[in-house]
């Protein structure tokens, strides 16, 4: 079965400091791993996705993950924070067998970046 | 494109009562999914879908059924509603296998089971 871990509820950072938001993930299959963001009263917004190739994958604004099989993380990343990355954050886990679809998220980290 | 609608956007029910979530999407995607979000417990998967006329069960199933009989609907029912069933809904639809694979979601449906 898949699962992902989200073992932050919180992360604080300063403005201007680099944040790492972190996830570590299960699945019988290749991975497809996925990280979306959840401003408040909206729905969720695609970030970034590894699917295979380069471990250091680059996605909207700024945000960047990187994937370790060895360590089956994905951890979301960002060298410089700024008070609008403030929101929540999603990781989720696809099993990328063919015929697979079902998607797992973790249960989330908020993000609080100071001015 | 509209994308992935939701409605309604709120509702309130009373515990027994029936009731059916809208989702609809413009962007002829095979993959639909239902989630529900709770403090604490992130999204959980209650029923998703391959395509039209083929469902599967998610994470949290019982007490809620779907179908798919068009590509771009897939409507959530909920057969008596139970004050557990409070929760923020999120239907979500994405390409189908070698396309894309992130998913696209709705605005939300916030219910309330008194």
């Known amino acids: 079965a898949q699962s992902v871990a989200q073992p932050e509820d919180q992360v604080n950072v300063a403005e201007g400091n680099p944040l790492t938001v972190k996830c570590t993930y299960s699945v019988s299959g290749n991975p497809y791993l996925f990280w979306y963001v959840q401003y408040p009263n909206r729905g969720l917004q695609f970030l970034l996705k590894?699917?295979?190739?380069?471990?250091l994958v680059k996605g909207s604004y700024g945000f960047e993950a990187e994937f370790n099989k060895s360590q089956t993380s994905f951890h979301l990343k960002k060298p410089s924070a700024l008070v609008s990355d403030s929101a929540l954050y999603f990781c989720a886990v696809r099993d990328g067998t063919a015929g697979g679809f079902k998607t797992i998220f973790g249960a989330g980290t908020r993000l609080f970046v100071k001015a | 494109n509209a994308g992935v609608t939701q409605t309604p956007k709120f509702q309130v029910l009373k515990t027994g009562q029936s009731m059916t979530l809208q989702c609809a999407q413009d962007?002829?995607?095979?993959?639909m999914s239902w989630y529900r979000q709770d403090p604490g417990m992130g999204l959980r998967l209650i029923h998703y879908?391959?395509?039209?006329?083929?469902?599967d069960q998610g994470e949290v199933p019982n007490g809620y059924n779907v179908s798919r009989s068009t590509t771009e609907d897939f409507p959530l029912r909920l057969l008596s509603a139970a004050p557990s069933q409070t929760s923020v809904y999120f239907c979500a639809s994405s390409y189908g296998q070698g396309k894309g694979h992130e998913q696209y979601f709705g605005p939300g449906t916030r219910l309330t089971v008194t």
């Open positions: 879908s391959v395509g039209a006329g083929i469902t």
């Open positions: 962007m002829n995607h095979e993959y």
């Open positions: 590894y699917i295979t190739g380069d471990n």
